[in-house]
């Protein structure tokens, strides 16, 4: 069997899709895309491309290498976006081949369900409690939220008290019995840091999510993860388990590596092996789409310290557009009281519906993150 072909198809709402063909029919599917920067991980893709076109698809750990390191640069979020969407599709192939779903290739499922956890509250929350109230009508036994918009270096007391006042409600709507995520979306300088997770104690949440920026690790993020009993996450800006071992050696207890952008499947279950070395849990990363979100569930399933698995549906940034427009059935990703069952399809577990697509791509996009400004014009992070 020999790799033919390779498409990419830029689909709304902020999504890019690649599709892998073969000369015995059998075909593979990935996500690989930068939010905001679809259109430069596209062309890595095809400059990429030239490495495994005419190639055995199933040398998955091989193709592997020689997308990360035959570059001789190597890493960050375009290049291992790009090494992630292959990576993918041909562990689909591979399922397919093998008449398997993923998980089975990867050691056998460890668990019948996957817990899910919904999105709510958007950039700039609002609406928090009614918000939430929704989700646990809709069954979900946990969410996750921001707590703040831009947030200063130093905070005023009213913006502190804003973001408590948020999580207070999220966690009134909740209730004791189901989790609450709260997300800093590395807004928040490292002082601010240890302040708020210090006060977010009292609505007890499963995890704080990227309190300070990727960037700043060692003994400021060191200072965050000791500041409070609060198991603190981050990782959808980090890109491989080269990455994360500073941040395990910092005390992070949840890591958050993204399907689409840290290596694909095969990084994804070695970020949570070594995570496991450290009593740490895997909570993948997953704003994104179907693609993102199969591939995430296969590792989910035949990872033992995984925790829990994010999804995207309902996400502001989709404009009405969700992942059910590009499948030929949505059952694979159906939640029955936050969980979802084990696929049993081969592969990914799930089928692109091609024509969908190359609609879709028609249209395309072009989405890009906000830019948000402070009170005195200076840059704010998103």
Known sequence: MKITDIETFLVPPRWLFLKVSTDEGVTGWGEPVVEGRAETVRAAVHELAELVHGKDPLRIEDHWQVLRRAGFYRGGPVLSSALSGFDQALWDIAGKVREAPVHELLGGPVRDRVRMYSWVGGDRPSGVYEAVAEQVEAGFTAVKMNVSGPMPAIATPADVAAALVRAQEARSALGPDRDLA?????????????????????????????????????????????????????????????????????????????????????????????????????????????????????????????????????????????????????SPFTCVAGYVDRPVGPGLGIEIDDAAVRVAAEEGHSWRPPVWRHDDGSLAEW
Request: hydrophobic share 50%; charged share 20%; proline share 9%.
């Open 182 to 330: 709260i997300d800093f979306h590395g807004r928040v300088s490292p002082a601010m840091a240890r302040r708020l997770v210090r006060m977010l104690e009292e609505v007890q949440p499963m995890f704080v999510e990227e309190p300070i920026p990727p960037e700043i690790t060692g003994p400021a993020l060191e200072s965050v993860v000791a500041a409070s009993a609060l198991p603190i996450a981050l990782g959808e800006r980090l890109y491989s388990r080269w990455d994360f071992k500073p941040v395990l050696d910092a005390g992070v207890a949840v890591v958050q590596p993204d399907p689409a952008h840290a290596g694909g499947i095969s990084e994804l279950r070695r970020i949570a092996a070594l995570a496991e070395i450290y009593g740490a849990s895997l909570a993948p990363h997953c704003p994104l789409g179907p693609i993102a979100l199969a591939a995430s569930l296969q590792v989910a399933f035949a990872t033992p310290n995984f925790l829990i698995q994010e999804r995207s549906v309902g996400m502001h940034y989709h404009g009405g557009v969700e992942m059910g427009r590009y499948l030929l059935d949505a």
